[in-house]
C-alpha cells in the first residue's frame, strides 16, 4: 500500500501543472453536457495512462538517444499546438448545451491523443520523474508504482471534469469565452516555446 500511495500521490504531483490535457478538460466540462464530459475525462486519462507506462519502461531511453525524434516530437507537438490554440481562440460558446454538436468518438480520441502524447513536456517530465522513480524501485513493487499512478489519472481527469461542471455552472458564455481565450493564449505561448527550441536543434 505504501508503494500504490507512493504511485498516487507521485502521478498527481505529475498531472497538476497546467498544460494542454488540463485545458482540453476543463473547456469540455465547461462546453459540453456531462456525458460528453466525462467521456472526455476518460479517454485523456486512458491515453495518460498509456503515456505513463510507456515512460515508465523506457521510451524516454528511445527519445534520449534519437536526435530525430526529438525534432519531430518538439516541431510536431508545437505545430499541433498552434492549431488547438487557434481553435480555442476562435471557438464560440454555446449559449444552450441542449444545441451542443457533439464531437465523434474519432474526435474526442484524436484530439485526446494529441494533447498527451504530442505534448513533449508531458513525455520529457513522465520520463524524468516516472523513469528515475522505475530505476529506484525494487523489481516486484515496480506494479504497484505504476497502478497508483494509473489510479492518479482516472481520480486528477475525473475529479477536475467533475469540479468545474458542478461548480461553475452559473458561468455566462462571456465568462467562458474569455476561459476559451486564455487557454488558447496560454497554448499558443507554449507551442512557441516548442517551436523555438525545435529552431535552435537545427
Given at each position: 500500500m505504501?508503494?500504490?500511495?507512493q504511485?498516487l ?13 488540463n ?18 475525462a ?11 507506462l ?28 498552434i492549431y ?27 484530439l485526446?491523443?494529441t ?20 530505476s ?15 489510479a ?18 452559473n ?32
Amino acid at each position: 500500500m505504501e508503494i500504490f500511495l507512493q504511485g498516487l500521490t507521485m502521478g498527481l504531483a505529475y498531472l497538476a501543472p497546467i498544460g494542454a490535457q488540463n485545458l482540453f478538460v476543463i473547456n469540455t466540462a465547461l462546453t459540453a453536457p456531462l456525458g460528453i464530459a466525462l467521456i472526455t475525462a476518460g479517454i485523456v486519462a486512458f491515453f495518460d495512462i498509456s503515456l505513463a507506462l510507456a515512460c515508465f519502461w523506457g521510451i524516454g531511453l528511445v527519445i534520449e538517444h534519437s536526435l530525430l525524434l526529438q525534432k519531430a516530437l518538439l516541431g510536431g507537438g508545437g505545430l499541433i499546438l498552434i492549431y488547438l490554440a487557434w481553435q480555442l481562440l476562435h471557438a464560440q460558446v454555446q449559449t444552450d448545451t441542449s444545441d451542443y454538436s457533439q464531437p465523434t468518438l474519432w474526435q474526442t480520441a484524436t484530439l485526446a491523443f494529441t494533447v498527451t502524447w504530442f505534448n513533449p513536456q508531458a513525455v520529457i517530465d513522465g520520463t524524468l520523474m516516472l523513469g528515475a522513480f522505475r530505476s529506484s524501485l525494487p523489481a516486484d513493487t515496480a506494479s504497484l508504482f505504476i497502478s497508483g499512478v494509473a489510479a492518479a489519472s482516472c481520480l486528477w481527469f475525473f475529479g477536475l471534469t467533475g469540479i468545474f461542471k458542478t461548480c461553475c455552472q452559473n458561468l455566462r458564455p462571456s465568462h467562458m469565452q474569455w476561459i476559451n481565450r486564455i487557454c488558447g493564449a496560454v497554448i499558443f505561448v507554449y507551442a512557441l516555446k516548442l517551436l523555438y527550441t525545435f529552431g535552435q536543434m537545427l
